[in-house]
């Protein structure tokens, strides 16, 4: 059975539905303290680390635990192409360590930076839409998601935007196709502007890959989306269609809601086969 | 000229022990970091040609009586008028810092405009924000080693390279010892700051 450690870090609280949502789709998942032995970490086939506020956001989001010997750790197993996923908080410790999107190897080259929407600064904490694209990152974190499907998925941050100061960066993350999730409009088009798109992340990224697309830096919380009855019933579209429909038929909320692709997408690249009654 | 406004905590900054011991870590051996302080750096920035003292004096009371900057019970300030002020920024004793700041515009417009509603202030312009980080440090040879320590906890570069400044979303400047005020005025309103260098 392939496992997954969860990192928890003083500050994260998102650890233990996130475990919930691995074992769902048939991955055995530990939540892994930060100050355990970081050698116990190489006994998993992949890693995610969890949203929430990682030492309080002290200094910067994600700047004090990516210097944590469990998240160097997770770092050097990520080189022999276990995945990595970090969501949201877990997206800001990714990029402040500099494995994503790891163009330059040991070098820091991007910033997770102030959400910025005109006059709505601060804090978003709402549905959004997303799609994925094609990318090194397709085969391990959306292959069971169509490329034609807009995804409904919540958010929680205040310094979401993907930044880089540093132009070449900028256009090989583009040219090569890291950012495999997107913001997008309800009807699937690029998100042009707030509420769309939320923060003002360069190339409206909602994640970037590494180049070698095996870890993935994820604002949205997937993991708060991994069964139906996790969707407002008021959400517009097939979403929620398919929410509302569900209601008093206690099965079908507990069937998979829109953020379970992320965790299927894993299992398949893990080579899960599926528990019985557990819908992959 | 702008009015300076400088912001502590006087209880304990839990983010500053945090950068104390998360650099404590990241330093080569005989390297010691003995003090980490967190300042916060509000410039009052005039209209062109509008006279600050215009505004200083009810700025100070705004400040002392509302707590749009500080709160008395756990913060401690200085305000500096353009007159008082004088030419250089001088770093506490025996430190040395780095002034961090967006690489977006450093104005806070909702922070001004709030004021604006409670407190008259005719000819201020702007309100423009940075982060003061002073460090107390200690080489092998017994100086400040400064340019070991800056290069270990200032801008981030790589996992075991930088601490405090992530340059792709901020600049910043170095505080090896006074500053003139007309620099870090420059420094705070540059419009765009320059990519990085690939």
Known sequence: MARAAVLQIPGVNCEYETARALEAVGIEARIVRFNEPSSVLSEFDAYVLPGGFAFQDRIRAGAVAAKLPAVERIARESESGKPVVGICNGAQVLVETGIVPGIHPGRVELALAPNRAPRRPGYQCRWIHVRA???????TFSSTLSLEETVPLPLAHGEGRFTTADPEVRARIESEGLVVFRYVDAAGRPAARYPDDPNGAMLQAAGITNVAGNVLAFMPHPERAAWLRMMPQDWPGPWGERRRAAIGNIDA??????????FTSLAKRLGVTAPQGVAV | MSAVLLTRLKITDLTALTALEAGQRMLPEGHTLERVVREELFLFEPEPGADPASFEENLHEAIETSNFF????????????????????SPPEGAWGILARSRDDTRDEGLRARLLREHPLPGLAAVRRARAWWLWTRGPAGDSAREVFYERLGPLRGPAHGLLVNPHAEASLKLFGDVAWKDVERFLAEPALQPVAA
């Open chain 2, 70 to 89: 500080v709160n008395p019970n756990k913060e401690r300030f200085r305000f500096l008028t353009s007159g008082e002020r004088g030419d250089k920024w």
């Open chain 1, 133 to 139: 694209h094609e990318g090194p990152g397709r085969a």
């Open chain 1, 253 to 262: 909320l507990e069937g998979p809601g829109p953020g379970r692709f992320l």
